[in-house]
């Protein structure tokens, strides 16, 4: 089974611009998490979504969204960017069903805003 | 709010020694808890799990975790540590039925010859 798979890998934005990062989820797995890794606020959870709907949503400002396709890939939008942005972008998948399953988490996404 | 702290945020060992990581949360009610390893420039990947049950856990790579419901902690537990187990290993919690996950601000692991 193949891993879930993040584009681009790299990423080098200008404040004020704005990004979109993806995620493929594990063949059969419905929901898809992100989370921000930065070295000084550690691993935040952004959101999650399941079955095209946004289930659960972490402290972030609105300029965060994303969203889910029908075959469960997700996409994360970040609008006018900020030197803060910059941080690993993981995103993870699982299951999603009523108990809590294990997370697959991808390679993440580096994103460097300038 | 729940809330995760891992007091050490750097830990050398020597390769064959012993190792544990500590991992205390605080939460209402007993949460799920996780531990995940990750390696430089990768994503994270999941050693062990308590959900219920057996309170000292079995993971992969050699590593065990026992979780201590009146000390909230779930500490990982290892023998003997080899040096591909050097990475940064973070601890979480997640509420029960829901997938948002708390981390801890992790451990960094060095090992020495």
């Known amino acids: 089974k193949a891993g879930v798979t993040q584009t681009p890998r790299y990423l080098i934005k200008t404040r004020g611009q704005q990004v979109t990062l993806s995620c493929s989820p594990i063949?059969?797995?419905?929901?898809v998490s992100w989370y921000q890794q930065t070295p000084g606020q550690g691993l935040q959870f952004l959101f999650e979504?399941?079955?095209?709907?946004?289930?659960n949503k972490g402290n972030f400002p609105g300029r965060f969204s994303g969203r889910q396709f029908s075959n469960s890939r997700s996409e994360m939008n970040v609008s006018t960017l900020e030197l803060g942005d910059s941080a690993l972008y993981l995103c993870?998948?699982?299951?999603?069903?009523?108990?809590?399953?294990?997370?697959?988490f991808g390679p993440g996404t580096r994103l460097t805003v300038l | 709010a729940q809330s995760v702290t891992q007091p050490d945020i750097h830990i050398t060992v020597s390769e064959g020694a012993s190792l544990e990581l500590r991992c205390n949360y605080s939460?209402?009610?007993?949460?799920?808890l996780f531990w995940y390893v990750q390696s430089p420039g990768q994503g994270l990947q999941l050693l062990l799990k308590y959900f219920s049950g057996d309170t000292l856990v079995q993971g992969i790579k050699g590593f065990e975790a026992e979780f201590k419901r009146s000390q909230s902690s779930f500490n990982l537990r290892k023998p003997s540590v080899h040096w591909s187990d050097a990475a940064e290993y973070f601890c979480a919690v997640a509420p029960r039925g829901n997938e948002k996950l708390t981390f801890g601000t992790g451990t960094r692991l060095t090992i020495i010859p």
């Open positions: 993870a998948s699982s299951s999603g069903g009523t108990l809590n399953n294990e997370q697959f």
């Open positions: 939460y209402g009610a007993t949460p799920y």
């Open positions: 063949s059969g797995h419905r929901s």
């Open positions: 979504y399941f079955s095209e709907t946004q289930r």
